[in-house]
C-alpha cells in the first residue's frame, strides 16, 4: 500500500490526507478480514506460507497506516489549538477527536488481529512439530495397539470358550438329570412287574395246594366206597 501525504501543509490539507489514509486502512482491514476467513475455512489445517505471507504483509501495511494517521492527528491537534477564532477551534477540534476515535479502534482491530495471527502461527508450528515428533514414534505406537489388540482378542477368545465350556456341561448335566428320570421310571415299572410276579406266583402255589388236597381228599373218598361197598356185599352174602 502507497504511504499518504506527510505532515506539512493547512490543517483542512493533513486532515483530508489523514480521512484518504483511514479510508485506505480501512479497506486494507476489510480485505484482511476476508482473507483470515478464508483461510480459517478452508479445507486444509496447516496455512501455506504464501497465504500467511500475504495476511502478514497486509496487516503490517494497515497498521502503517494507522501509525502515519496518529501521526498526522498529532500535528492537527497542534495546529486546531493555534486558531483565533472559538468556534473554528471548536469545529476542528470535533473532527480531530473523532478522526482520532476512529483510528484508535481500527488500531486496536489490527492489534487483535496481528495478536490472533500471531498465535494461529504459533498453534501450526506446534501441530507440525507435534507431528513430526508422532512420525518418528507411529511404528512403536502401533506395535503397542496392535499388542493390545491381540491381548483384547486372545480375552474374546477364551470367553468365547468358556461359554462353549459351560454350555456344554449344562448340557450333559441335563442330559443325566433326564437319564435318571427315565431309570427311576424303569425301576418303578420293574418293581410293580416284579410284585406283580410275586402274587401271580403265590396264588399258583395256593391253587397247586388245594388241588393236591382235592386229590387226596378224591382219593381217600374212592378208597372209602370201595371198602363200603365190600363190607356190604360181605354182609349181604
Known amino acids: 500500500m502507497d504511504s499518504g501525504a506527510g ?20 479497506d486494507g482491514l476489510a480485505k484482511l478480514e476476508y482473507m483470515v476467513s478464508s483461510s480459517s475455512s478452508s479445507s486444509s489445517s496447516f496455512p501455506s506460507s504464501s497465504s500467511s505471507s500475504s495476511v502478514n504483509d497486509l496487516a503490517v501495511a494497515v497498521k502503517r497506516d494507522v501509525t502515519q494517521i496518529q501521526s498526522l492527528c498529532a500535528e492537527m491537534d497542534r495546529l486546531w489549538r493555534s486558531i483565533p477564532a472559538k468556534p473554528q477551534r471548536d469545529l476542528w477540534k470535533r473532527k480531530v477527536e473523532q478522526l482520532a476515535e476512529e483510528v484508535e479502534s481500527l488500531n486496536e482491530s489490527v492489534s487483535k488481529h ?8 504459533q498453534e501450526a508450528k506446534e501441530r507440525t512439530d507435534l507431528l513430526e515428533s508422532a512420525n518418528g514414534e507411529s511404528s512403536h505406537i502401533l506395535r503397542i495397539f ?48 416284579l410284585n406283580t410276579v410275586g402274587l401271580s406266583n403265590s396264588v399258583l402255589k395256593l391253587i397247586e395246594r388245594r388241588h393236591r388236597v382235592d386229590k387226596w381228599i378224591a382219593y381217600t373218598g374212592m378208597v372209602i366206597t370201595v371198602v363200603v361197598v365190600y363190607l356190604f356185599w360181605r354182609w349181604t352174602h
Not at 7 to 12: F, I, R, Y
Not at 114 to 121: A, E, G, S, T
Not at 155 to 166: C, D, K, T
Open 146 to 193: 496392535d499388542d493390545e489388540a491381540q491381548a483384547m482378542q486372545s480375552a474374546r477368545n477364551s470367553s468365547i470358550m468358556l461359554e462353549e465350556a459351560y454350555a456344554t456341561g449344562v448340557a450333559v448335566l441335563s442330559k443325566y438329570a433326564d437319564q435318571r428320570d427315565r431309570l427311576k421310571r424303569a425301576q418303578r415299572k420293574a418293581l410293580d412287574v
Open 7 to 26: 505532515g506539512s501543509g493547512t490543517l483542512s490539507e493533513i486532515y483530508q490526507s489523514a480521512r484518504r489514509l483511514l479510508l485506505r486502512a480501512r
Open 114 to 121: 496481528l495478536v490472533r495471527q500471531q498465535k494461529r502461527m
